[in-house]
Nanobody, 118 residues
């Protein structure tokens, strides 16, 4: 089992920056990649960024490209999402997820609310 706990969400203004953190515990040696998803009000959960655990290769999806950066600290079992130039449409609950088989995200955090005001 892998446990994930997000932190760092909050209320910010458009144009501000925020960094989310996700702490992994348990059988972290089995993790192959980690990802950030988000779910905006009235919408489904969407993948926005992922990173391979061993070599740190990153992938980005959607409108966050060029503004958000995913990174990891293997020694501390943490993954981060640096969010710059935030927009009101970035308002969502952000979830951290872990994958042990490069196909399905089996483990999820509880989510962290990010609200961007105009």
């Amino acid at each position: 089992q892998v446990q994930l706990v997000e932190s760092g969400g909050g209320l910010v203004q458009a144009g501000d920056s925020l960094r989310l953190s996700c702490a992994a515990s348990g059988r972290t040696s089995s993790i192959l990649q980690m990802a950030w998803f988000r779910q905006a009000p009235g919408k489904g959960r969407a993948l926005i960024a992922r990173i391979t655990w061993t070599d740190g290769v990153t992938y980005y999806y959607g409108s966050i490209q060029g503004r958000f950066t995913i990174s990891r600290d293997n020694a501390r079992n943490r993954v981060y999402l640096q969010m710059n130039s935030l927009k009101t449409e970035d308002t969502a609950v952000y979830y951290c997820a872990a994958d042990r088989n490069l196909s399905t995200y089996e483990y999820w955090g509880e989510g962290s609310q990010v609200t961007v005001s105009s």
